[in-house]
Every structure is written in C-alpha cells, then in structure tokens.
C-alpha cells in the first residue's frame, strides 16, 4: 500500500506537469483551430533561458523566472503575429506543417546555437524525502501539485469568472457570434498565444530539475501532452488535466508493476484504447462532422 | 445626412452577382423594411454592411463613417446590431450568459475587462428585457435547451442589449408566436420613440405592413421599388417579382 501511495503521489506530479502543457493544445484549439506540433518547443526554449539567467548570469531565482515567463510571453506574441495569422486562413494542414517545421528549427537551432549536451538545473525544492509511516516522498513532487494546481485554479477562475474569459470562452463556441457579439476575435486568439506560452514556461521551469535540459527535450514533452489532450478531451481544459494526470498515472504506474522498458508503449496502447472506445477522450464533447 | 448609407454596393459569388449597384439610405429614426423574393439578396446586403462578406465594389458609411472594410466585431461596437435568419447564440452558455456577453465588448478595453466588475447596470437591463420576452425564467438554461421560438427571443434580446443605435434584424418574427409577434413589434416601435433606428428584412407582409414607415424591394439584388407601404402594395413591378409576369 504505501508503494501504492508514493507511485500516485510521482504519478499526479508528473501527470499535472504534462496536463499544463496539453492545457495550451486545447486553449489553442478552441480558439483558433490551431494545433501547435512546437509546443513542446515553447517547454524548451524558456528552460535555456531560465539556465541562461540563473545559472550563466547568476540572477537570483525569482527575477529569472519572471524574466522567463516574459520572455515565453513575448515568445508566444510572435509566434501568432509573426506566423500563426498569416497561415490561419489556409487551415489546420498548413498550421501543423508550419508549426512541424518551426518546431525543427528551434530545436536543432538550439542544439547548434548552444549545446547538444544536457544541462543540469538545480531543484527548486528540498529533495530530503520525507517519511509519514512507510511511506517515503519528495517535497518537490508535493511543491509540484501544490504550485501547478493553483496556476491551474487561478486560470480556471479567470476564464469562468471573468469578461476576458467569457469573450475567450465565446470565441472557442463560435468566432462568428463572438465577432457579431463585438468581440474582437484577433485579439484574443493573440491572447491565447501568449497565455499559452507563459504556461508553457511555467511548466518549463518545474520540469527543468526533473527531466534536465536539452535541446531535443520539447519532442518529449510535446508528445506526451498531445497524447494527454487527446486522452482526455482536446476540446475541454479540464480534459486536458484528466489526459495529463492519466499520462502521468499510467506511465509511473506501467513502469512499476510491468517494466520500466514499456512505459511510453503503455501510454500509447492507453492512447488507442481510449480514441477506438471514446474518441472525444474520456472528458470530451463529441462535435458533428461536417 | 442619412445614419446609413450604401453607395453602389455589390456582390459577386463568383459569375452570380447577388447585390447590384445597390444605393441605399436610412435615416435617423426610421423603421425601414427590406423585402423581397427568396433570393433577392436581402441577407446578403446586410451581410455587406456588417463585412460577413467583403463588397465586391461600393461603400458603405455609418454616421457620416465611412465603414467599408472594417472588421465585423469594430463595425458593432460603432453601434450597429444584427440578427441572423440562422439564429446566432452561445448554445453552451446560460440565457443570462449570452446576455451579458452580447454587451461587455462595448466598453472598457480587453485588460480591464478582466479585472473589472462593474457592469454598469448590464444585468438590470438583461433582466428587463428577458422579462418582456417572457424568457426570464429559462435565465440560467443553456441556450442549447431553448425551443426555436424561445432562441429567436433570445437572439432579439441580445442584439438590444447594447442599445445600438442602428438595428438590422433579419426575420426577427419568423418562428415566434402570434401573440409575441406583437409585443416584438410593440417593443421596436417604443425603441424606435427613443432614438433607435431599425432595418428590417421580413417576409410576413402583416408585419411589414404594420411596422415599417418605408419599404425597399429587392429582387435579383437590384432595387425594384422604394416607398411607403401604401405605394409598394399596388407596385406592378413589385407583384410581377413575386408572383411572376403574365405570358
């Protein structure tokens, strides 16, 4: 029982990780019918700028990571002025090839503009495990929960309980009433980006002393945040958390009670079970086809 | 000078032309009805006005504006409403939800609306006029669950919120109660005495009729005819373009 109780508490940690970045696939496609294959990229560029300023210019913590998280926002800002609205009127195909491509760059950019080795990044919390009876965890998996789920609560709140996020909710159910509504729809799509990438860097630096920095970290993280919003629900936030928690769960749990070797194969045999069962994902709403 | 103004508005869908070098004017505090056949380019011409679709060739100007172009949403918060024959609403949000949503863009900019409380009485005036519609009770029913009749009310009531200065409506009776027809046209006139000015397409004659000072008809996207209702009712071109020419 208590091994039980040490997976889930690794496996929620993970799990919530994966559900912030897949949290930003489902803010991006309700918006904007955009499906963004870089965003594991928007992970890995603000864990180098995070390891450039604390660890290279040695600026203290706190101001690094306000730093980073402008940096993803202006990041995100570009990414939709500079690319996203041009290609939105051909479509999704040519937003998943674009961002594919983008993607590419960033990555083998980084790999050639800085390193190919993997950088290490201290903890941001004690690693001194603690012990309540048999049961032995890390203060840093706790601190993980606990910190992502009020970023996670505070955006919830915003979006339910606030006329920002009334019109962003309006725009993901129809851009055209929202337009007739007043609503203007550039606008919160460039919104979205931003918040999506400020997220994205959020997640960045909790998993930079996880899963260390490298160039080629974002196909990773990526992956498995596309697979947790598929899993969950792409066209709910919350199905998005499901997803990622279910990831999280599945992996940690698959590489404990059957082997280490098979954990991403589980994932993605989970993946199937749940697209030929309920293809919306476990929270999802289906939609018409057209 | 007229509060609307189109100036040889056109529309090509590829080789159809749906609107034709149409000149029109609607001044302030008029009621106005645009009529015609299935297909005349009714829609199509308030479709122009709001950039749904952009004109082929023409302008349009809005209180002296010129508007031709603007983004749909910055042409509404000039103070033009619009419904739709095709009812537009946020079927997974509340009766009340769509309400308010219909009038917050209106003020404020897009950081202080998500700071800022204030509603300036919003819910008040969303109270009043779902209580006129006879939907208030259904308030926190999602939009989806409402009956046809019940979203065409809605969708007449959100366009009100804002208290825009001009109106299009298109077909706001069609599917709705003969009693509430009524009180719709009642609550356009009472509106129409406080300073706003309506466009309306219809197809129930009754109530174009009834409600309109001055009727303009389309067929084939040209305007055939403009005048009071008295005038249109014994127009031969416009009984031949409803009802066919003899042979």
Redesign the interface.
Same mark, same amino acid.
């Given at each position: 029982m208590a091994n039980f109780i040490q997976l889930l508490i690794g496996g929620v940690s993970m799990g919530i990780l994966y559900g912030v970045v897949a949290i930003g696939f489902v803010l991006l496609w309700q918006t904007s019918q955009t499906i963004n294959f870089g965003q594991g990229e928007l992970v890995m560029v603000p864990m180098f700028l995070m390891v450039a300023l604390h660890i290279v210019l040695k600026i203290p913590f706190w101001p690094s990571f306000v730093l980073t998280l402008l940096g993803s926002g202006i990041m995100g800002y570009l990414f939709e002025r500079l690319m996203i609205r041009k290609l939105l009127p051909g479509g999704v195909l040519v937003i998943v090839i674009a961002t594919l491509g983008l993607s590419g760059f960033l990555r083998y950019g980084m790999q050639i503009a800085w390193t190919p080795q993997t950088l290490f990044f201290p903890h941001l919390f004690s690693t001194k495990p603690i012990e309540l009876g048999d049961i032995i965890f890390s203060p840093e998996d706790i601190w993980n929960i606990v910190l992502i789920s009020v970023i996670i609560i505070v955006l919830h709140l915003?979006i339910k309980r606030?006329? /920002? @996020?009334?019109?962003m *909710?309006?725009v993901a *159910?129809?851009r #055209?009433?929202? #337009? /007739?509504? @007043?609503?203007?729809?550039?606008?919160?799509i460039t /919104?979205v980006f931003v918040l999506n990438s400020v997220l994205a860097g959020t997640a960045a630096v909790f998993a930079a002393p996880i899963f260390f920095v490298r160039y080629d970290i974002g196909i990773f993280l990526g992956v498995k945040a596309f697979v947790a919003a598929i899993i969950g629900g792409f066209n709910q936030i919350r199905g998005a958390l499901v997803g990622g928690l279910t990831v999280g769960l599945a992996e940690t749990f698959a590489a404990a009670y059957i082997t280490t070797a098979y954990r991403d194969a589980f994932v993605m045999i989970l993946l199937l079970v749940v697209l030929l069962i309920k293809p919306e994902g476990i929270v999802g709403i289906k939609e018409e086809a057209y | 000078m007229p509060l609307l103004e189109t100036q040889k508005m056109t529309k090509d869908f590829y080789k159809l032309r749906a609107v034709s070098q149409l000149d029109f004017q609607v001044e302030r505090g008029e009621i106005v009805a645009v009529i015609g056949p299935n297909g005349s380019g009714k829609s199509t011409f308030f479709n122009c006005v709001t950039h749904i679709y952009p004109a082929t060739a023409g302008r349009v100007y809005y209180q002296e504006r010129d508007i031709t172009g603007l983004p749909t949403d910055k042409i509404i918060r000039l103070g033009v409403g619009r419904t739709f024959q095709l009812i537009q609403l946020f079927l997974e949000m509340t009766v009340f939800e769509n309400m308010l949503l219909s009038v917050q863009e209106h003020r404020g900019t897009l950081l202080s609306r998500l700071f800022t409380k204030d509603d300036s009485g919003d819910v008040e005036r969303a109270h009043e006029i779902l209580e006129f519609l006879y939907i208030s009770h259904l308030k926190d029913e999602l939009a989806s669950n409402l009956s046809y009749g019940q979203q065409k009310l809605l969708d007449f009531g959100m366009v009100l919120m804002p208290r825009p200065e001009l109106v299009l409506l298109d077909e706001p009776t069609s599917g709705v109660e003969m009693e509430m027809r009524g009180r719709i046209m009642d609550y356009i006139r009472e509106l129409n005495k406080q300073g706003q000015t309506f466009v309306v397409i219809e197809h129930n004659m009754d109530v174009v009729m009834n409600l309109c000072e001055r009727i303009i008809v389309l067929d084939y996207g040209e305007k055939i005819a403009e005048g009071r209702p008295e005038e249109i009712q014994t127009n031969q071109r416009v009984i031949d373009a409803y009802f066919g020419v003899e042979e």
């Amino acid at each position: 029982m208590a091994n039980f109780i040490q997976l889930l508490i690794g496996g929620v940690s993970m799990g919530i990780l994966y559900g912030v970045v897949a949290i930003g696939f489902v803010l991006l496609w309700q918006t904007s019918q955009t499906i963004n294959f870089g965003q594991g990229e928007l992970v890995m560029v603000p864990m180098f700028l995070m390891v450039a300023l604390h660890i290279v210019l040695k600026i203290p913590f706190w101001p690094s990571f306000v730093l980073t998280l402008l940096g993803s926002g202006i990041m995100g800002y570009l990414f939709e002025r500079l690319m996203i609205r041009k290609l939105l009127p051909g479509g999704v195909l040519v937003i998943v090839i674009a961002t594919l491509g983008l993607s590419g760059f960033l990555r083998y950019g980084m790999q050639i503009a800085w390193t190919p080795q993997t950088l290490f990044f201290p903890h941001l919390f004690s690693t001194k495990p603690i012990e309540l009876g048999d049961i032995i965890f890390s203060p840093e998996d706790i601190w993980n929960i606990v910190l992502i789920s009020v970023i996670i609560i505070v955006l919830h709140l915003c979006i339910k309980r606030t006329k /920002l @996020g009334m019109a962003m *909710q309006a725009v993901a *159910q129809s851009r #055209e009433t929202a #337009e /007739l509504m @007043g609503i203007n729809v550039r606008h919160i799509i460039t /919104l979205v980006f931003v918040l999506n990438s400020v997220l994205a860097g959020t997640a960045a630096v909790f998993a930079a002393p996880i899963f260390f920095v490298r160039y080629d970290i974002g196909i990773f993280l990526g992956v498995k945040a596309f697979v947790a919003a598929i899993i969950g629900g792409f066209n709910q936030i919350r199905g998005a958390l499901v997803g990622g928690l279910t990831v999280g769960l599945a992996e940690t749990f698959a590489a404990a009670y059957i082997t280490t070797a098979y954990r991403d194969a589980f994932v993605m045999i989970l993946l199937l079970v749940v697209l030929l069962i309920k293809p919306e994902g476990i929270v999802g709403i289906k939609e018409e086809a057209y | 000078m007229p509060l609307l103004e189109t100036q040889k508005m056109t529309k090509d869908f590829y080789k159809l032309r749906a609107v034709s070098q149409l000149d029109f004017q609607v001044e302030r505090g008029e009621i106005v009805a645009v009529i015609g056949p299935n297909g005349s380019g009714k829609s199509t011409f308030f479709n122009c006005v709001t950039h749904i679709y952009p004109a082929t060739a023409g302008r349009v100007y809005y209180q002296e504006r010129d508007i031709t172009g603007l983004p749909t949403d910055k042409i509404i918060r000039l103070g033009v409403g619009r419904t739709f024959q095709l009812i537009q609403l946020f079927l997974e949000m509340t009766v009340f939800e769509n309400m308010l949503l219909s009038v917050q863009e209106h003020r404020g900019t897009l950081l202080s609306r998500l700071f800022t409380k204030d509603d300036s009485g919003d819910v008040e005036r969303a109270h009043e006029i779902l209580e006129f519609l006879y939907i208030s009770h259904l308030k926190d029913e999602l939009a989806s669950n409402l009956s046809y009749g019940q979203q065409k009310l809605l969708d007449f009531g959100m366009v009100l919120m804002p208290r825009p200065e001009l109106v299009l409506l298109d077909e706001p009776t069609s599917g709705v109660e003969m009693e509430m027809r009524g009180r719709i046209m009642d609550y356009i006139r009472e509106l129409n005495k406080q300073g706003q000015t309506f466009v309306v397409i219809e197809h129930n004659m009754d109530v174009v009729m009834n409600l309109c000072e001055r009727i303009i008809v389309l067929d084939y996207g040209e305007k055939i005819a403009e005048g009071r209702p008295e005038e249109i009712q014994t127009n031969q071109r416009v009984i031949d373009a409803y009802f066919g020419v003899e042979e």
